[in-house]
Protein backbone atom coordinates (compact mmCIF):
# COMPACT_ATOMS: atom_id res chain seq x y z
CA UNK A 1 0.00 0.00 0.00
CA UNK A 2 1.63 3.25 -1.10
CA UNK A 3 -0.56 5.98 0.31
CA UNK A 4 -1.83 5.91 3.97
CA UNK A 5 -5.35 7.39 4.92
CA UNK A 6 -3.91 10.65 5.35
CA UNK A 7 -2.24 10.17 2.11
CA UNK A 8 1.19 10.49 3.06
CA UNK A 9 3.34 7.26 1.59
CA UNK A 10 3.59 4.79 4.75
CA UNK A 11 7.12 4.18 6.05
CA UNK A 12 6.67 1.69 8.98
CA UNK A 13 9.68 0.37 10.43
CA UNK A 14 9.88 -3.09 12.59
CA UNK A 15 9.82 -3.09 16.32
CA UNK A 16 9.31 -0.62 18.66
CA UNK A 17 11.78 1.87 19.72
CA UNK A 18 12.24 2.96 23.47
CA UNK A 19 11.51 5.91 24.84
CA UNK A 20 13.86 8.59 25.23
CA UNK A 21 14.05 11.12 28.17
CA UNK A 22 12.36 13.97 26.38
CA UNK A 23 9.84 11.42 25.51
CA UNK A 24 9.14 10.04 28.74
CA UNK A 25 9.33 13.33 30.20
CA UNK A 26 6.70 14.55 27.46
CA UNK A 27 4.31 11.53 28.32
CA UNK A 28 4.46 12.37 32.25
CA UNK A 29 3.52 15.67 31.53
CA UNK A 30 0.52 14.87 29.70
CA UNK A 31 -0.73 12.42 31.80
CA UNK A 32 -0.54 14.94 34.73
CA UNK A 33 -2.41 17.32 33.14
CA UNK A 34 -5.18 14.98 31.62
CA UNK A 35 -5.59 13.41 35.54
CA UNK A 36 -5.61 17.02 36.80
CA UNK A 37 -8.37 17.40 39.01
CA UNK A 38 -10.80 20.16 38.06
CA UNK A 39 -9.32 20.36 34.49
CA UNK A 40 -11.57 21.78 31.95
CA UNK A 41 -12.93 19.27 29.31
CA UNK A 42 -11.93 20.72 26.59
CA UNK A 43 -8.04 20.64 27.80
CA UNK A 44 -8.36 16.87 28.86
CA UNK A 45 -9.59 16.02 25.50
CA UNK A 46 -6.57 17.38 23.87
CA UNK A 47 -4.23 15.98 26.45
CA UNK A 48 -5.60 12.75 26.09
CA UNK A 49 -5.49 13.10 22.23
CA UNK A 50 -1.58 13.99 22.46
CA UNK A 51 -1.34 11.00 25.42
CA UNK A 52 -1.95 8.45 22.77
CA UNK A 53 -0.16 9.65 19.77
CA UNK A 54 2.68 9.78 21.77
CA UNK A 55 2.20 6.35 23.44
CA UNK A 56 1.35 4.57 20.65
CA UNK A 57 5.33 3.97 19.10
CA UNK A 58 6.35 2.33 22.39
CA UNK A 59 3.23 1.04 23.68
CA UNK A 60 0.10 0.33 21.76
CA UNK A 61 -2.37 -1.05 24.54
CA UNK A 62 -1.48 1.61 26.61
CA UNK A 63 -2.00 4.27 23.33
CA UNK A 64 -5.69 2.52 22.54
CA UNK A 65 -6.54 3.33 26.40
CA UNK A 66 -5.92 7.03 26.16
CA UNK A 67 -7.29 7.57 22.63
CA UNK A 68 -10.09 5.51 23.99
CA UNK A 69 -10.66 7.83 27.23
CA UNK A 70 -10.56 11.01 24.45
CA UNK A 71 -13.50 9.51 23.01
CA UNK A 72 -15.66 8.22 25.68
CA UNK A 73 -14.88 12.37 27.06
CA UNK A 74 -16.60 13.60 23.66
CA UNK A 75 -19.19 11.35 23.75
CA UNK A 76 -20.44 12.57 26.91
CA UNK A 77 -20.19 15.86 26.26
CA UNK A 78 -22.02 14.97 23.25
CA UNK A 79 -19.25 16.44 21.02
CA UNK A 80 -19.70 14.32 18.37
CA UNK A 81 -16.93 16.22 15.79
CA UNK A 82 -14.54 15.48 18.15
CA UNK A 83 -15.65 11.79 19.16
CA UNK A 84 -15.33 11.23 15.23
CA UNK A 85 -11.92 12.88 15.18
CA UNK A 86 -10.43 10.78 18.20
CA UNK A 87 -11.72 7.52 16.67
CA UNK A 88 -10.06 8.43 13.30
CA UNK A 89 -6.84 9.48 15.24
CA UNK A 90 -6.99 5.94 16.56
CA UNK A 91 -7.31 3.84 13.44
CA UNK A 92 -4.30 5.46 11.62
CA UNK A 93 -2.14 4.63 14.68
CA UNK A 94 -3.75 1.33 14.86
CA UNK A 95 -2.95 1.46 10.90
CA UNK A 96 0.97 2.18 11.67
CA UNK A 97 0.89 -0.25 14.21
CA UNK A 98 -0.17 -3.15 12.43
CA UNK A 99 -3.28 -3.89 14.40
CA UNK A 100 -5.67 -3.87 12.03
CA UNK A 101 -8.02 -5.90 13.90
CA UNK A 102 -8.39 -2.88 16.00
CA UNK A 103 -8.14 -0.60 12.79
CA UNK A 104 -11.37 -1.99 11.27
CA UNK A 105 -13.31 -1.72 14.95
CA UNK A 106 -12.41 1.92 15.13
CA UNK A 107 -13.36 2.40 11.48
CA UNK A 108 -16.73 0.79 11.94
CA UNK A 109 -17.70 2.44 15.00
CA UNK A 110 -16.36 6.26 13.49
CA UNK A 111 -18.51 4.96 10.20
CA UNK A 112 -21.86 4.53 12.23
CA UNK A 113 -21.24 7.55 14.28
CA UNK A 114 -20.80 10.26 11.34
CA UNK A 115 -24.18 8.16 9.83
CA UNK A 116 -25.58 8.17 13.02
CA UNK A 117 -25.41 12.57 13.30
CA UNK A 118 -24.65 13.70 9.53
CA UNK A 119 -21.09 14.42 9.67
CA UNK A 120 -19.06 14.66 6.90
CA UNK A 121 -16.24 12.30 7.63
CA UNK A 122 -18.14 9.23 7.27
CA UNK A 123 -15.79 8.62 4.03
CA UNK A 124 -13.13 8.96 5.85
CA UNK A 125 -13.88 5.71 8.10
CA UNK A 126 -15.33 4.15 4.97
CA UNK A 127 -11.88 4.67 2.79
CA UNK A 128 -9.66 3.48 6.21
CA UNK A 129 -11.98 0.39 6.15
CA UNK A 130 -10.92 -0.29 2.65
CA UNK A 131 -7.45 0.06 3.39
CA UNK A 132 -7.22 -2.09 6.16
CA UNK A 133 -8.91 -4.64 3.87
CA UNK A 134 -6.20 -4.11 1.21
CA UNK A 135 -3.76 -4.12 4.03
CA UNK A 136 -4.90 -7.89 4.59
CA UNK A 137 -5.42 -9.27 1.49
CA UNK A 138 -8.99 -8.89 1.19
CA UNK A 139 -9.56 -7.01 -2.05
CA UNK A 140 -12.69 -7.16 -3.30
CA UNK A 141 -13.88 -5.62 0.32
CA UNK A 142 -10.88 -3.63 -0.03
CA UNK A 143 -12.24 -1.82 -3.23
CA UNK A 144 -15.70 -2.01 -2.82
CA UNK A 145 -14.94 0.03 0.43
CA UNK A 146 -12.57 2.42 -1.37
CA UNK A 147 -15.06 2.95 -4.04
CA UNK A 148 -18.21 3.68 -1.10
CA UNK A 149 -15.53 6.11 0.01
CA UNK A 150 -15.34 8.01 -3.24
CA UNK A 151 -18.82 8.44 -4.20
CA UNK A 152 -19.20 9.64 -0.14
CA UNK A 153 -16.49 11.91 -0.50
CA UNK A 154 -18.12 13.56 -4.15
CA UNK A 155 -21.15 14.35 -1.33
CA UNK A 156 -19.39 15.68 1.34
CA UNK A 157 -18.41 19.21 2.10
CA UNK A 158 -14.90 20.70 3.63
CA UNK A 159 -12.56 18.19 1.50
CA UNK A 160 -9.22 19.39 0.77
CA UNK A 161 -7.49 18.74 -2.59
CA UNK A 162 -5.03 16.86 -0.80
CA UNK A 163 -7.26 14.48 0.88
CA UNK A 164 -9.42 14.04 -2.57
CA UNK A 165 -5.97 12.85 -4.37
CA UNK A 166 -5.01 10.62 -1.36
CA UNK A 167 -8.51 8.69 -2.04
CA UNK A 168 -7.65 8.40 -5.97
CA UNK A 169 -4.28 7.31 -5.29
CA UNK A 170 -5.51 4.32 -3.16
CA UNK A 171 -7.87 3.55 -5.56
CA UNK A 172 -5.28 3.38 -8.00
CA UNK A 173 -2.80 1.26 -6.06
CA UNK A 174 -5.50 -1.39 -5.00
CA UNK A 175 -6.45 -1.31 -9.35
CA UNK A 176 -2.37 -1.88 -9.67
CA UNK A 177 -2.41 -5.03 -7.30
CA UNK A 178 -5.11 -6.64 -9.01
CA UNK A 179 -3.29 -6.05 -12.32
CA UNK A 180 -6.85 -3.93 -13.51
CA UNK A 181 -4.34 -1.09 -15.66
CA UNK A 182 -6.81 0.69 -17.44
CA UNK A 183 -8.49 1.53 -14.01
CA UNK A 184 -5.17 2.48 -12.58
CA UNK A 185 -4.18 4.53 -15.06
CA UNK A 186 -7.44 6.72 -14.85
CA UNK A 187 -7.44 7.10 -11.06
CA UNK A 188 -3.50 8.15 -11.00
CA UNK A 189 -4.59 10.89 -13.65
CA UNK A 190 -7.65 11.94 -11.80
CA UNK A 191 -5.25 12.34 -8.72
CA UNK A 192 -2.37 14.38 -10.54
CA UNK A 193 -4.43 17.92 -10.70
CA UNK A 194 -5.47 17.54 -7.14
CA UNK A 195 -2.01 17.05 -5.98
CA UNK A 196 -0.36 19.61 -7.81
CA UNK A 197 -2.98 22.06 -6.38
CA UNK A 198 -2.37 20.75 -2.84
CA UNK A 199 1.30 21.08 -3.58
CA UNK A 200 2.06 17.53 -2.50
CA UNK A 201 5.10 16.71 -3.99
CA UNK A 202 4.94 12.23 -2.59
CA UNK A 203 1.61 12.20 -4.29
CA UNK A 204 2.76 13.77 -7.49
CA UNK A 205 5.88 11.58 -7.52
CA UNK A 206 3.63 8.60 -6.63
CA UNK A 207 0.76 9.17 -9.48
CA UNK A 208 3.23 9.76 -12.08
CA UNK A 209 5.07 5.94 -11.04
CA UNK A 210 1.31 4.44 -11.23
CA UNK A 211 1.15 6.00 -15.00
CA UNK A 212 4.81 4.98 -16.07
CA UNK A 213 4.26 1.52 -14.01
CA UNK A 214 0.98 0.87 -16.45
CA UNK A 215 2.55 2.76 -20.01
CA UNK A 216 5.54 -0.05 -18.80
CA UNK A 217 2.80 -3.03 -18.35
CA UNK A 218 0.58 -2.30 -21.41
CA UNK A 219 0.62 -5.32 -24.21
CA UNK A 220 1.94 -5.15 -26.76
CA UNK A 221 4.61 -3.20 -25.87
CA UNK A 222 5.89 -0.16 -28.86
CA UNK A 223 8.19 2.83 -28.55
CA UNK A 224 5.53 4.72 -27.74
CA UNK A 225 3.74 2.93 -24.38
CA UNK A 226 7.48 2.70 -23.23
CA UNK A 227 8.48 6.44 -24.35
CA UNK A 228 5.74 7.32 -22.05
CA UNK A 229 6.71 5.35 -19.20
CA UNK A 230 10.04 6.71 -18.96
CA UNK A 231 8.75 9.69 -18.88
CA UNK A 232 6.19 9.41 -15.95
CA UNK A 233 8.95 7.93 -14.25
CA UNK A 234 11.41 10.46 -15.04
CA UNK A 235 9.11 12.97 -13.78
CA UNK A 236 8.51 10.67 -10.60
CA UNK A 237 11.96 10.23 -9.82
CA UNK A 238 12.87 14.07 -10.18
CA UNK A 239 10.39 14.85 -7.63
CA UNK A 240 11.41 12.13 -4.94
CA UNK A 241 14.97 12.81 -5.62
CA UNK A 242 14.42 16.46 -5.11
CA UNK A 243 12.26 16.21 -1.83
CA UNK A 244 15.06 13.52 -0.18
CA UNK A 245 12.43 10.52 -0.53
CA UNK A 246 15.20 7.77 -0.57
CA UNK A 247 13.30 4.64 -0.84
CA UNK A 248 10.89 6.02 -2.98
CA UNK A 249 13.48 7.40 -5.50
CA UNK A 250 14.93 4.20 -5.27
CA UNK A 251 12.15 2.27 -6.14
CA UNK A 252 11.64 4.78 -8.91
CA UNK A 253 15.11 4.68 -10.35
CA UNK A 254 14.92 0.22 -10.70
CA UNK A 255 11.53 0.73 -12.09
CA UNK A 256 13.44 3.58 -14.90
CA UNK A 257 16.33 0.57 -15.58
CA UNK A 258 13.87 -1.38 -16.62
CA UNK A 259 12.19 0.54 -18.72
CA UNK A 260 15.53 1.83 -20.36
CA UNK A 261 16.54 -1.13 -21.05
CA UNK A 262 13.15 -2.19 -22.83
CA UNK A 263 14.06 1.02 -24.91
CA UNK A 264 17.52 -0.41 -25.69
CA UNK A 265 19.21 2.24 -23.85
CA UNK A 266 21.40 0.17 -21.98
CA UNK A 267 23.93 3.11 -20.77
CA UNK A 268 21.15 5.05 -19.21
CA UNK A 269 19.99 1.90 -17.67
CA UNK A 270 22.94 1.35 -16.15
CA UNK A 271 22.97 4.86 -15.08
CA UNK A 272 19.60 4.26 -12.92
CA UNK A 273 20.79 1.02 -11.71
CA UNK A 274 23.74 2.60 -10.21
CA UNK A 275 21.96 5.21 -8.50
CA UNK A 276 19.55 2.61 -6.78
CA UNK A 277 22.49 0.67 -5.77
CA UNK A 278 23.85 4.05 -3.87
CA UNK A 279 20.66 4.95 -2.23
CA UNK A 280 19.85 1.27 -1.34
CA UNK A 281 22.94 1.09 0.38
CA UNK A 282 22.67 4.22 2.10
CA UNK A 283 19.64 3.14 3.24
CA UNK A 284 20.48 -0.14 4.45
CA UNK A 285 17.60 -2.16 2.31
CA UNK A 286 19.56 -5.15 1.11
CA UNK A 287 16.19 -6.31 -1.01
CA UNK A 288 16.58 -3.00 -3.20
CA UNK A 289 20.60 -3.87 -3.82
CA UNK A 290 20.01 -7.35 -5.11
CA UNK A 291 17.49 -5.64 -7.37
CA UNK A 292 19.82 -3.03 -8.74
CA UNK A 293 23.20 -5.42 -8.73
CA UNK A 294 20.39 -7.50 -11.25
CA UNK A 295 19.40 -4.74 -13.13
CA UNK A 296 22.79 -3.42 -13.90
CA UNK A 297 24.27 -7.10 -14.33
CA UNK A 298 21.85 -7.00 -17.65
CA UNK A 299 22.76 -3.55 -18.49
CA UNK A 300 26.74 -4.36 -18.70
CA UNK A 301 25.00 -7.62 -20.79
CA UNK A 302 23.47 -5.53 -22.94
CA UNK A 303 26.58 -3.56 -23.85
CA UNK A 304 28.82 -6.35 -24.48
CA UNK A 305 30.53 -6.49 -21.09
CA UNK A 306 29.74 -10.74 -20.31
CA UNK A 307 32.50 -11.30 -17.80
CA UNK A 308 31.29 -8.02 -15.32
CA UNK A 309 27.40 -9.04 -15.93
CA UNK A 310 28.54 -12.45 -14.62
CA UNK A 311 30.28 -10.85 -11.77
CA UNK A 312 27.47 -8.55 -10.79
CA UNK A 313 24.42 -11.32 -11.59
CA UNK A 314 26.19 -13.52 -9.22
CA UNK A 315 26.86 -10.90 -6.20
CA UNK A 316 22.25 -10.12 -7.16
CA UNK A 317 22.41 -13.80 -6.62
CA UNK A 318 24.42 -14.62 -3.37
CA UNK A 319 22.50 -11.60 -1.82
CA UNK A 320 18.87 -13.13 -2.50
CA UNK A 321 20.54 -16.08 -1.22
CA UNK A 322 21.62 -14.77 2.01
CA UNK A 323 18.39 -12.99 2.80
CA UNK A 324 16.49 -15.99 1.87
CA UNK A 325 18.19 -18.46 3.27
CA UNK A 326 21.39 -17.12 5.63
CA UNK A 327 23.93 -19.65 5.39
CA UNK A 328 22.05 -22.39 3.70
CA UNK A 329 24.81 -23.28 0.94
CA UNK A 330 27.35 -23.79 3.91
CA UNK A 331 24.20 -25.71 6.16
CA UNK A 332 23.46 -27.55 2.22
CA UNK A 333 27.28 -28.92 1.83
CA UNK A 334 27.29 -30.15 5.58
CA UNK A 335 24.23 -31.69 5.06
CA UNK A 336 25.34 -34.16 1.55
CA UNK A 337 27.97 -35.19 4.28
CA UNK A 338 26.17 -36.40 6.81
CA UNK A 339 23.35 -37.48 4.54
CA UNK A 340 26.12 -39.87 2.99
CA UNK A 341 28.01 -40.94 6.10
CA UNK A 342 23.75 -41.52 7.55
CA UNK A 343 23.73 -43.43 4.71
CA UNK A 344 26.57 -45.89 4.88
CA UNK A 345 25.60 -46.45 9.04
CA UNK A 346 21.83 -47.44 7.86
CA UNK A 347 23.25 -49.82 5.21
CA UNK A 348 25.56 -51.61 7.66
CA UNK A 349 22.90 -51.41 10.63
CA UNK A 350 20.31 -53.15 7.88
CA UNK A 351 22.73 -56.13 7.10
CA UNK A 352 24.10 -56.25 10.99
CA UNK A 353 20.29 -56.71 11.51
CA UNK A 354 19.53 -59.22 8.72
CA UNK A 355 22.55 -61.39 9.79
CA UNK A 356 21.14 -61.35 13.34
CA UNK A 357 17.44 -62.17 12.25
CA UNK A 358 18.65 -65.21 10.70
CA UNK A 359 21.29 -66.48 13.07
CA UNK A 360 18.23 -65.76 15.99
CA UNK A 361 15.91 -68.13 13.88
CA UNK A 362 18.49 -70.82 13.79
CA UNK A 363 19.00 -70.87 17.20
CA UNK A 364 15.28 -70.80 18.15
CA UNK A 365 14.82 -73.93 15.85
CA UNK A 366 17.53 -75.87 18.04
CA UNK A 367 15.92 -74.65 21.21
CA UNK A 368 12.45 -75.58 20.21
CA UNK A 369 14.14 -78.90 19.30
CA UNK A 370 15.86 -79.21 22.51
CA UNK A 371 11.96 -80.06 24.25
CA UNK A 372 9.12 -79.12 25.54
CA UNK A 373 10.86 -78.93 28.81
CA UNK A 374 12.76 -76.00 27.84
CA UNK A 375 9.87 -74.59 25.72
CA UNK A 376 8.83 -71.70 28.33
CA UNK A 377 12.02 -70.53 29.20
CA UNK A 378 12.96 -70.49 25.47
CA UNK A 379 9.60 -68.73 24.32
CA UNK A 380 10.73 -65.49 27.25
CA UNK A 381 14.00 -65.03 25.70
CA UNK A 382 12.86 -65.36 22.29
CA UNK A 383 9.72 -62.37 23.01
CA UNK A 384 13.00 -59.98 25.03
CA UNK A 385 15.31 -60.69 21.79
CA UNK A 386 12.40 -60.02 19.09
CA UNK A 387 11.26 -56.90 20.93
CA UNK A 388 15.32 -55.43 21.26
CA UNK A 389 15.32 -56.06 18.10
CA UNK A 390 12.18 -54.06 17.25
CA UNK A 391 13.55 -51.28 18.61
CA UNK A 392 16.42 -51.37 16.57
CA UNK A 393 14.19 -51.96 13.64
CA UNK A 394 12.13 -48.65 14.84
CA UNK A 395 15.42 -46.56 15.21
CA UNK A 396 16.93 -47.75 11.79
CA UNK A 397 13.33 -47.03 9.86
CA UNK A 398 13.52 -43.69 12.08
CA UNK A 399 17.04 -42.90 10.90
CA UNK A 400 16.34 -43.71 7.37
CA UNK A 401 13.27 -41.47 7.02
CA UNK A 402 15.39 -38.29 8.32
CA UNK A 403 17.49 -39.66 5.65
CA UNK A 404 15.13 -39.64 3.08
CA UNK A 405 14.12 -36.04 4.10
CA UNK A 406 17.28 -34.44 4.17
CA UNK A 407 17.89 -36.13 0.26
CA UNK A 408 14.40 -34.01 -0.57
CA UNK A 409 15.85 -31.20 0.55
CA UNK A 410 18.69 -31.40 -1.48
CA UNK A 411 17.04 -32.75 -4.32
CA UNK A 412 14.48 -29.54 -4.32
CA UNK A 413 18.21 -27.27 -3.67
CA UNK A 414 19.47 -29.00 -6.62
CA UNK A 415 15.98 -27.96 -9.31
CA UNK A 416 16.45 -24.77 -7.57
CA UNK A 417 19.33 -24.23 -8.83
CA UNK A 418 19.26 -25.87 -12.27
CA UNK A 419 16.20 -23.66 -12.61
CA UNK A 420 18.21 -20.55 -12.17
CA UNK A 421 21.34 -21.49 -14.53
CA UNK A 422 18.69 -22.47 -16.88
CA UNK A 423 17.09 -19.06 -17.03
CA UNK A 424 20.30 -17.16 -17.04
CA UNK A 425 21.20 -19.26 -20.29
CA UNK A 426 18.03 -18.44 -21.29
CA UNK A 427 18.50 -14.65 -21.16
CA UNK A 428 22.30 -15.16 -22.15
CA UNK A 429 20.40 -16.55 -25.62
CA UNK A 430 18.29 -13.75 -25.78
CA UNK A 431 20.51 -11.05 -25.37
CA UNK A 432 23.27 -12.90 -28.24
CA UNK A 433 20.00 -12.53 -30.20
CA UNK A 434 19.61 -9.46 -29.98
CA UNK A 435 22.83 -9.05 -31.13
CA UNK A 436 22.58 -10.92 -34.33
CA UNK A 437 22.00 -9.60 -37.73
CA UNK A 438 20.60 -12.32 -39.63
CA UNK A 439 17.05 -13.42 -38.76
CA UNK A 440 17.91 -17.31 -39.41
CA UNK A 441 20.41 -17.01 -36.44
CA UNK A 442 17.98 -15.07 -34.28
CA UNK A 443 14.91 -17.76 -34.91
CA UNK A 444 17.15 -20.54 -34.18
CA UNK A 445 18.21 -18.91 -30.99
CA UNK A 446 14.61 -18.19 -29.80
CA UNK A 447 13.75 -21.67 -30.45
CA UNK A 448 16.30 -23.12 -28.13
CA UNK A 449 15.76 -20.22 -25.80
CA UNK A 450 12.16 -21.29 -25.50
CA UNK A 451 12.90 -25.25 -25.17
CA UNK A 452 15.19 -24.12 -22.11
CA UNK A 453 12.69 -22.09 -20.70
CA UNK A 454 10.56 -25.17 -20.75
CA UNK A 455 12.47 -27.26 -19.14
CA UNK A 456 13.44 -24.57 -16.39
CA UNK A 457 9.57 -25.13 -15.82
CA UNK A 458 9.95 -28.92 -15.03
CA UNK A 459 12.51 -27.89 -12.13
CA UNK A 460 10.75 -25.02 -11.09
CA UNK A 461 7.68 -26.95 -10.52
CA UNK A 462 9.35 -30.17 -9.10
CA UNK A 463 11.09 -27.16 -6.84
CA UNK A 464 8.26 -25.90 -5.94
CA UNK A 465 6.05 -29.88 -5.13
CA UNK A 466 5.85 -31.83 -2.56
CA UNK A 467 6.88 -34.84 -4.18
CA UNK A 468 9.80 -34.64 -6.45
CA UNK A 469 9.97 -37.84 -7.42
CA UNK A 470 6.55 -37.89 -9.12
CA UNK A 471 4.63 -35.26 -11.30
CA UNK A 472 1.02 -34.86 -11.89
CA UNK A 473 1.08 -34.07 -15.34
CA UNK A 474 -2.31 -31.96 -15.26
CA UNK A 475 -0.91 -29.73 -13.43
CA UNK A 476 2.23 -29.39 -14.96
CA UNK A 477 1.13 -29.05 -18.64
CA UNK A 478 -1.35 -26.72 -17.41
CA UNK A 479 1.40 -24.16 -16.54
CA UNK A 480 3.53 -25.27 -19.22
CA UNK A 481 0.33 -24.53 -22.07
CA UNK A 482 -0.35 -20.94 -20.12
CA UNK A 483 2.98 -19.94 -20.34
CA UNK A 484 3.00 -21.08 -24.28
CA UNK A 485 0.11 -19.10 -24.56
CA UNK A 486 0.88 -15.97 -23.50
CA UNK A 487 4.36 -15.81 -25.01
CA UNK A 488 3.30 -17.39 -28.89
CA UNK A 489 0.13 -15.06 -28.91
CA UNK A 490 -0.12 -12.45 -31.01
CA UNK A 491 -2.38 -9.30 -31.69
CA UNK A 492 -3.01 -10.52 -35.37
CA UNK A 493 -4.50 -14.02 -34.70
CA UNK A 494 -7.27 -14.91 -32.15
CA UNK A 495 -6.17 -19.03 -31.47
CA UNK A 496 -8.32 -20.32 -28.98
CA UNK A 497 -6.41 -23.06 -26.80
CA UNK A 498 -8.39 -25.70 -24.50
CA UNK A 499 -7.35 -28.13 -22.85
CA UNK A 500 -8.85 -31.56 -21.46
CA UNK A 501 -6.12 -32.84 -19.22
CA UNK A 502 -6.56 -36.01 -16.75
CA UNK A 503 -3.86 -36.43 -13.81
CA UNK A 504 -1.17 -38.72 -14.99
CA UNK A 505 1.57 -39.10 -12.65
CA UNK A 506 4.68 -39.89 -14.17
CA UNK A 507 8.33 -39.40 -13.00
CA UNK A 508 10.21 -36.36 -13.27
CA UNK A 509 11.83 -37.31 -16.34
CA UNK A 510 9.38 -38.41 -18.30
CA UNK A 511 7.58 -35.24 -17.69
CA UNK A 512 10.12 -33.45 -18.51
CA UNK A 513 10.47 -35.47 -22.22
CA UNK A 514 6.80 -35.20 -22.49
CA UNK A 515 7.00 -31.20 -21.42
CA UNK A 516 9.67 -30.62 -24.03
CA UNK A 517 7.40 -32.53 -26.96
CA UNK A 518 4.20 -30.77 -25.75
CA UNK A 519 6.04 -27.48 -26.61
CA UNK A 520 7.70 -28.65 -29.94
CA UNK A 521 4.39 -29.72 -31.40
CA UNK A 522 2.04 -26.78 -30.10
CA UNK A 523 4.87 -24.25 -31.33
CA UNK A 524 4.52 -25.93 -34.37
CA UNK A 525 0.92 -25.34 -34.33
CA UNK A 526 1.23 -21.99 -33.84
CA UNK A 527 3.88 -20.92 -36.22
CA UNK A 528 3.10 -23.24 -39.28
CA UNK A 529 -0.86 -24.97 -38.72
CA UNK A 530 -2.46 -21.16 -38.29
CA UNK A 531 0.23 -19.27 -41.14
CA UNK A 532 -1.93 -16.89 -42.65
CA UNK A 533 -5.00 -17.53 -40.55
CA UNK A 534 -6.65 -15.19 -38.36
CA UNK A 535 -8.09 -17.37 -35.67
CA UNK A 536 -8.08 -20.90 -34.97
CA UNK A 537 -9.02 -23.69 -32.82
CA UNK A 538 -6.55 -25.82 -30.47
CA UNK A 539 -7.43 -28.74 -28.11
CA UNK A 540 -4.73 -30.45 -26.16
CA UNK A 541 -5.59 -33.48 -24.04
CA UNK A 542 -4.46 -35.97 -21.67
CA UNK A 543 -5.91 -39.13 -21.32
CA UNK A 544 -5.14 -42.50 -19.04
CA UNK A 545 -4.54 -45.88 -21.16
CA UNK A 546 -5.05 -49.06 -18.80
CA UNK A 547 -0.98 -49.21 -18.79
CA UNK A 548 0.16 -45.25 -20.24
CA UNK A 549 -1.32 -42.58 -21.36
CA UNK A 550 -2.73 -40.88 -24.64
CA UNK A 551 -1.58 -37.10 -25.59
CA UNK A 552 -3.57 -35.30 -28.08
CA UNK A 553 -2.73 -32.07 -30.22
CA UNK A 554 -5.17 -31.02 -32.51
CA UNK A 555 -5.95 -28.26 -34.74
CA UNK A 556 -7.98 -26.55 -37.14
CA UNK A 557 -5.72 -25.09 -39.03
CA UNK A 558 -4.44 -25.02 -42.91
CA UNK A 559 -4.09 -28.93 -42.43
CA UNK A 560 -0.90 -31.12 -44.75
CA UNK A 561 -1.58 -34.13 -46.57
CA UNK A 562 -1.04 -37.40 -44.52
CA UNK A 563 2.24 -38.50 -46.45
CA UNK A 564 3.89 -35.25 -45.28
CA UNK A 565 2.82 -34.97 -41.41
CA UNK A 566 3.32 -33.74 -39.10
CA UNK A 567 6.24 -31.44 -40.78
CA UNK A 568 9.29 -31.32 -42.79
CA UNK A 569 10.98 -35.10 -42.41
CA UNK A 570 14.62 -33.19 -41.68
CA UNK A 571 13.50 -30.48 -39.64
CA UNK A 572 14.87 -30.18 -36.52
CA UNK A 573 11.51 -29.93 -34.65
CA UNK A 574 10.55 -32.96 -36.00
CA UNK A 575 14.04 -34.42 -35.34
CA UNK A 576 13.28 -33.57 -31.50
CA UNK A 577 9.57 -35.14 -31.55
CA UNK A 578 10.92 -38.32 -32.84
CA UNK A 579 13.78 -38.70 -30.26
CA UNK A 580 11.60 -37.28 -27.08
CA UNK A 581 9.08 -40.05 -28.42
CA UNK A 582 11.40 -42.64 -28.85
CA UNK A 583 12.55 -41.70 -25.04
CA UNK A 584 9.03 -41.85 -24.16
CA UNK A 585 8.68 -45.60 -25.64
CA UNK A 586 5.98 -44.45 -27.63
CA UNK A 587 4.06 -44.11 -30.76
CA UNK A 588 3.28 -40.74 -32.70
CA UNK A 589 0.41 -40.91 -35.63
CA UNK A 590 -1.26 -37.91 -37.70
CA UNK A 591 -4.17 -37.51 -39.09
CA UNK A 592 -6.34 -35.01 -40.85
CA UNK A 593 -8.96 -33.02 -39.19
CA UNK A 594 -12.05 -32.25 -40.64
CA UNK A 595 -13.11 -30.22 -42.84
CA UNK A 596 -9.75 -28.58 -42.13
CA UNK A 597 -6.82 -29.21 -39.48
CA UNK A 598 -4.24 -31.95 -38.09
CA UNK A 599 -4.67 -33.93 -34.98
CA UNK A 600 -1.52 -35.64 -33.66
CA UNK A 601 -2.19 -38.63 -31.00
CA UNK A 602 0.74 -40.13 -28.79
CA UNK A 603 -0.01 -43.08 -26.53
CA UNK A 604 2.13 -45.51 -24.36
CA UNK A 605 0.46 -48.36 -23.76
Request: hydrophobic residues 40%; contains cysteine; positive net charge.
Amino acid sequence: MLTSVSGQARDLLPGQPSPSAPQVQRIDSLRAVAQRPGQADSVRYQALQALSDALFPQDVAAGRRAGEQAVQLARQRRDWPNAAEALYQLVVNCERAADYVAAMRYSQQGAGLARAHQLPSEWRFTQCMGLVAVDTKDLPNGLRHLRQAYYQQATAGDVSPRERGGLLLNLANTFLVMHRYDSVLHYASKALPYMQRAGDARGLGYAQQFRGEVYAMMEPQTKATLDSAAVNMSRALRIMRRHGYGAQTASSALALARVYRLQGRAAASQRMAELALSLARELKMPDYQADALASLAWAQADQGRVARSFELDNRAQYLRDSLLNGDKAQALAQLQVSYNVKLLTEQKRAAEFEQRSQQAQLQSLWLLLGGLSTSLGVGGWLYWRLRGQKVLLARANQANCQAVAEKEVLLQEIHHRVKNNLQLVSGLLGWQASTLPEPALVAALEGSRARIQRMAMVHEFLYQADNISQVRMDHYLRQLLDSLRSALATPEQLIALSTELAPVILSHKEASTLGLLVNELVTNAYKHGFAGLARGQLHVSLAHRPTGFQLTVADDGAGMPAKDAPAKPHSLGMQIVRTLTKQLKATLSVTPCSPTGTRLELTRE
